[in-house]
């Protein structure tokens, strides 16, 4: 799995120590309501398609760049969904990291799903009633994007507003 340059040179810094990143992720809906998911390389699992911003990047900017590194599909983000933070991950490779992430619903506008990096070991379309099994964190994000009504959600006091 690649990792960004600027990580690599942090990482040389601070070694596997947990990093506070800033991720940003997609919840691609298409005409006939499906959305697009891909299974993850570095843990086999199901997930949103998304990845870490690149320094000064906008974070608009950003999910839509991965949505085509990692899927060939061009998108047009809708709306910021929601604003929340992840559980600490453990990579493989020892790594730990938490992450600030901003989901965004987004509309394809162009190309077709396929494996487009080595981040992914499959992409897929998938109605609402045939959703592949999801962690409980991409649920959430994936339930308030869906459940999207103009207004972003985020926690305060530690409950979701």
């Known amino acids: ?9 942090l990482r040389s810094f601070v070694g596997t120590r947990p990093l506070w990143l800033t991720g940003v992720a ?73 992450y600030l992430d901003l989901t965004f619903r987004c509309r394809p506008v162009s190309g077709e799903a396929r494996v487009n990096d080595d981040e992914s070991l499959e992409v897929g379309w998938f109605g609402r009633d045939e959703l592949p099994e999801l962690g409980e964190y991409a649920l959430r994000r994936l339930g308030l994007a869906l459940e999207f009504e103009g207004e972003t959600v985020f926690a305060f006091g530690g409950v979701l507003r």
Do not use: K
């Open 26 to 98: 997609a919840v691609i809906v298409d005409g006939q309501d499906r959305v697009l998911l891909e299974r993850r390389a570095d843990n086999g699992c199901w997930d949103l398609v998304g990845g870490i911003l690149d320094p000064g990047e906008h974070p608009a900017d950003g999910v839509a760049r991965e949505c085509l590194e990692e899927t060939g599909v061009v998108v047009e983000p809708e709306a910021l969904t929601s604003v929340t933070v992840s559980p600490m991950i453990d990579y493989p490779n020892g790594d730990r990291a938490q």
């Open 1 to 9: 799995m690649a990792i960004p340059p600027f990580l690599a040179e």
